[in-house]
C-alpha cells in the first residue's frame, strides 16, 4: 500500500518537475556554501556591500528580461497563437534586452554618486553584458518550460551554478574582490544558450514580425508589474540600509539575508516555477484545479517548512564554525530573515494561482498596496539598526502576505459559478 501510494506520488508531473528542479537548486546550493565560506573568509563587510548594490541593479533588470510576462504567454497561449506568438516575442525580447543593456550603463553613474563610490559603475556596465545573450533562448526555454521538460532547466542550473562557484572560489582567492562575484556570472550564460538551443527544434524567424505584440504585452503588463515590485521589495532593505547605515551595515545585513534566506527561498522558486505549467493545464477544469492547487501547496510546505525552522534553530552554532567569527553579529538579523520565508509557500503559490486563472490584476493591485506598507515599514525600523530592519521584514511577510494569501485561495475556490476561469490551452 506505501510502495503503490509513493509510487503514485512520485508518477505525478508536478512533482517530477520539482525533484528536478529542487535538485539543481540542492546542488546550487551544495556548490555556493564553497563559496559562501570563501566569500566570508576573503570578503569584508565593505566588500559584501558592494557586492549588494552590484547585483541589485542587476535583478531589476532581470525582471523584465525574464519575468516580464512573454514567457508566461508562451506557456500559457493557445496552440494555434503559438507559432506567432513565439515569432513576436523573439523580436521584443532583442528590443527589451537591448535596451536594458543601455539602461543599465547609464544607471551605474547616479548610484555610484547615491552610494558615494565610484568603483562600482564599471561592474554593473560589465554585468550589463548578460542580458545580449538573453534573446538567443529565452523562447525555447519557454517552450521547453510548456512542454513540461522542467529537467532541461535544472541541467543548465546544475552546470552553470558549477562553473559560476567555480570561477567565483578562484577569482576571489587571488584577491580581485567584488569582480570575483561579476564575471561569472557573465561568462556562465553561454552554457544556457548551448543546452536550450539543443533541446529545442524552434528557430528565430528570418524577417521582423509583431503580429502579436500587443496580446503579449496586455498579458505581461500585469505581471511585470508584480515582478517589479516584488524586485522592488526584496531590494529595497538594501537600498534603504545602503543609504542610512552604510556599506558595512549594508554588507552585514546582506551576508545574512544571502545565508539565511538563500537556500528556502530557492526550494520555493523551484516549486513556484514547476506550479504554474502544472495549473496552466487544467485552468478551464475547477475541480481539477482545486486538487492540483492543494496538493502541489502541501508538497512545497511539506518541504520548506521544516527546512526553515532546522536552519534558522542551527544558524547560532554553524554561522562562527563555518564562515568565522566576524560573522556573529549577522546571526539574529539571519535567524529573523530566516523566519520570515515562512509564508512563501503560501503566498508564491497563491499569486501563481491567481496567474494561472487571468486574475494577474488582483496580484498587481495587492502588490503596490503591500510594498508601500512595506517601504513605510523599513524606513521607519532603519532609524533603530538593521535587527529591526530585519524583524520588519519577518512581520510583514508573516502577517500581511498570509492574510492575503488565505483570502485570494478562498475567493478563487468559494463558488465554481464564481469564478471565470481561463481555458486557454484547450
Same mark, same amino acid.
Given at each position: 500500500?506505501?510502495?503503490?501510494?509513493?509510487?503514485?506520488?512520485?508518477?505525478?508531473?508536478?512533482?517530477?518537475?520539482?525533484? /528536478?528542479?529542487?535538485?539543481?537548486?540542492?546542488?546550487?546550493?551544495?556548490?555556493?556554501?564553497?563559496?559562501?565560506?570563501?566569500?566570508?573568509?576573503?570578503?569584508?563587510?565593505? $566588500? @559584501?556591500?558592494?557586492?549588494?548594490?552590484? *547585483?541589485?541593479?542587476?535583478?531589476?533588470?532581470?525582471?523584465?528580461?525574464?519575468? &516580464?510576462?512573454?514567457?508566461?504567454?508562451?506557456?500559457?497561449?493557445?496552440?494555434? $497563437?503559438?507559432?506567432?506568438?513565439?515569432?513576436?516575442? @523573439?523580436?521584443?525580447?532583442?528590443? %527589451?534586452?537591448?535596451?536594458?543593456?543601455?539602461?543599465?550603463?547609464?544607471?551605474?553613474?547616479?548610484?555610484? /554618486?547615491? @552610494?558615494?563610490?565610484?568603483?562600482?559603475?564599471?561592474?554593473?556596465?560589465?554585468?550589463?553584458?548578460?542580458y545580449l *545573450?538573453?534573446?538567443?533562448?529565452?523562447?525555447?526555454?519557454?517552450?521547453?518550460?510548456?512542454?513540461?521538460? %522542467?529537467?532541461?532547466?535544472?541541467?543548465?542550473?546544475?552546470?552553470?551554478?558549477?562553473?559560476?562557484?567555480?570561477?567565483? !572560489?578562484?577569482?576571489?582567492?587571488?584577491?580581485?574582490? *567584488?569582480?570575483?562575484?561579476?564575471?561569472? !556570472?557573465?561568462?556562465?550564460?553561454?552554457?544556457?544558450?548551448?543546452?536550450?538551443?539543443?533541446?529545442? &527544434? /524552434?528557430?528565430?524567424?528570418?524577417?521582423?514580425?509583431?503580429?502579436?505584440?500587443?496580446e503579449i504585452?496586455?498579458?505581461g503588463k500585469?505581471?511585470?508589474?508584480?515582478?517589479?515590485?516584488?524586485?522592488?521589495?526584496?531590494?529595497? $532593505? =538594501? %537600498?534603504?540600509?545602503?543609504?542610512?547605515?552604510?556599506?558595512?551595515?549594508?554588507?552585514?545585513?546582506?551576508?545574512?539575508?544571502?545565508?539565511?534566506?538563500?537556500?528556502?527561498?530557492?526550494?520555493?522558486?523551484?516549486?513556484?516555477?514547476?506550479?504554474?505549467?502544472?495549473?496552466?493545464?487544467?485552468?478551464?477544469?475547477?475541480?481539477?484545479?482545486?486538487?492540483?492547487?492543494?496538493?502541489?501547496?502541501? &508538497?512545497?510546505?511539506?518541504?520548506?517548512?521544516?527546512? !526553515?525552522?532546522?536552519?534558522?534553530?542551527?544558524?547560532?552554532?554553524?554561522?562562527?564554525?563555518?564562515?568565522?567569527?566576524?560573522?556573529?553579529?549577522?546571526?539574529?538579523?539571519?535567524?529573523?530573515?530566516?523566519?520570515?520565508?515562512?509564508?512563501?509557500?503560501? =503566498?508564491?503559490?497563491?499569486?501563481?494561482?491567481?496567474?494561472?486563472?487571468?486574475?494577474?490584476?488582483?496580484?498587481? =493591485? @495587492?502588490?503596490?498596496?503591500?510594498?508601500?506598507?512595506?517601504?513605510?515599514?523599513?524606513?521607519?525600523?532603519?532609524?533603530?539598526?538593521?535587527? /529591526?530592519?530585519?524583524?520588519?521584514?519577518?512581520?510583514?511577510?508573516?502577517?500581511?502576505?498570509?492574510?492575503?494569501?488565505?483570502?485570494?485561495?478562498?475567493?478563487?475556490?468559494?463558488?465554481?459559478?464564481?469564478?471565470?476561469?481561463?481555458?486557454?490551452?484547450?
Open positions: 500500500m506505501l510502495i503503490n501510494k509513493l509510487k503514485q506520488k512520485l508518477s505525478n508531473q508536478f512533482i517530477r518537475n520539482v525533484g /528536478w528542479l529542487g535538485g539543481a537548486e540542492l546542488a546550487n546550493r551544495i556548490f555556493r556554501l564553497g563559496t559562501t565560506f570563501t566569500l566570508a573568509r576573503t570578503f569584508s563587510p565593505h $566588500d @559584501y556591500g558592494l557586492v549588494a548594490i552590484i *547585483m541589485t541593479a542587476n535583478e531589476f533588470a532581470k525582471v523584465f528580461a525574464l519575468r &516580464s510576462g512573454i514567457g508566461p504567454k508562451i506557456i500559457q497561449a493557445n496552440p494555434k $497563437d503559438l507559432p506567432a506568438i513565439c515569432d513576436t516575442s @523573439y523580436w521584443l525580447n532583442w528590443v %527589451l534586452c537591448g535596451s536594458l543593456f543601455v539602461i543599465q550603463c547609464i544607471v551605474a553613474f547616479p548610484m555610484a /554618486w547615491f @552610494y558615494k563610490d565610484q568603483q562600482i559603475i564599471l561592474p554593473i556596465c560589465f554585468s550589463a553584458l548578460f *545573450m538573453l534573446p538567443m533562448f529565452l523562447v525555447q526555454s519557454a517552450l521547453i518550460e510548456r512542454e513540461n521538460r %522542467l529537467k532541461i532547466a535544472a541541467l543548465c542550473n546544475v552546470i552553470q551554478s558549477l562553473l559560476v562557484n567555480i570561477l567565483t !572560489i578562484a577569482l576571489a582567492v587571488v584577491g580581485l574582490g *567584488m569582480w570575483a562575484v561579476v564575471v561569472p !556570472i557573465v561568462l556562465t550564460t553561454p552554457v544556457w544558450i548551448v543546452i536550450i538551443l539543443k533541446n529545442h &527544434s /524552434w528557430r528565430p524567424p528570418k524577417s521582423f514580425k509583431l503580429d502579436k505584440w500587443r504585452i496586455d498579458f500585469d505581471i511585470l508589474g508584480v515582478e517589479l515590485l516584488a524586485r522592488l521589495r526584496s531590494n529595497i $532593505d =538594501y %537600498l534603504i540600509i545602503g543609504r542610512f547605515l552604510g556599506l558595512d551595515a549594508l554588507g552585514i545585513y546582506y551576508f545574512a539575508f544571502n545565508a539565511g534566506l538563500g537556500i528556502s527561498q530557492n526550494v520555493v522558486n523551484a516549486c513556484t516555477a514547476a506550479l504554474f505549467p502544472h495549473l496552466c493545464e487544467v485552468s478551464g477544469n475547477f475541480e481539477r484545479l482545486k486538487e492540483r492547487y492543494f496538493s502541489s501547496l502541501k &508538497s512545497t510546505a511539506t518541504i520548506v517548512v521544516p527546512l !526553515i525552522l532546522l536552519q534558522s534553530s542551527l544558524a547560532p552554532f554553524y554561522v562562527p564554525i563555518v564562515f568565522g567569527q566576524k560573522w556573529v553579529s549577522a546571526v539574529p538579523i539571519l535567524i529573523l530573515i530566516c523566519l520570515s520565508a515562512l509564508s512563501l509557500p503560501l =503566498y508564491n503559490t497563491a499569486s501563481q494561482l491567481l496567474n494561472a486563472v487571468g486574475k494577474t490584476q488582483i496580484n498587481l =493591485y @495587492y502588490s503596490l498596496i503591500y510594498t508601500e506598507l512595506f517601504a513605510v515599514a523599513l524606513l521607519i525600523a532603519v532609524k533603530f539598526g538593521i535587527l /529591526w530592519v530585519a524583524a520588519s521584514v519577518l512581520i510583514c511577510q508573516l502577517v500581511v502576505n498570509s492574510i492575503f494569501s488565505v483570502w485570494a485561495i478562498r475567493n478563487i475556490f468559494r463558488k465554481s459559478s464564481n469564478l471565470s476561469l481561463t481555458n486557454i490551452k484547450s
